[in-house]
């Protein structure tokens, strides 16, 4: 499971974690919430629904993000967890 120091887990994005996540979407060559939405299984308003901070992210979308992006371990904490 991925989790925070505090325990909590996939919780609502900073705008700094947002930034971050979006240059890693184009660092991939996703342009737009729908190319990235497409490849990993999920409606463009849902990816948006997560990035904005409306619904926090599962472990399940954490990991398929993740892999997708390439993210390394760091990247990963950056965005999702810190």
Do not use: C
């Amino acid at each position: 499971m991925l989790a925070s120091k505090n325990g909590r887990k996939g919780e609502h994005m900073t705008e700094g974690q947002k930034e971050l996540l979006l240059s890693k979407m184009a660092r991939a060559g996703y342009r737009t919430y729908e190319s990235l939405s497409k490849k990993i299984g999920m409606s463009p308003s849902a990816l948006s629904n997560r990035i904005s901070g409306k619904i926090n992210w599962t472990d399940k979308e954490m990991k398929t993000v993740i892999t997708e992006l390439r993210l390394s371990t760091r990247e990963a904490f950056d965005i999702f967890l810190s």
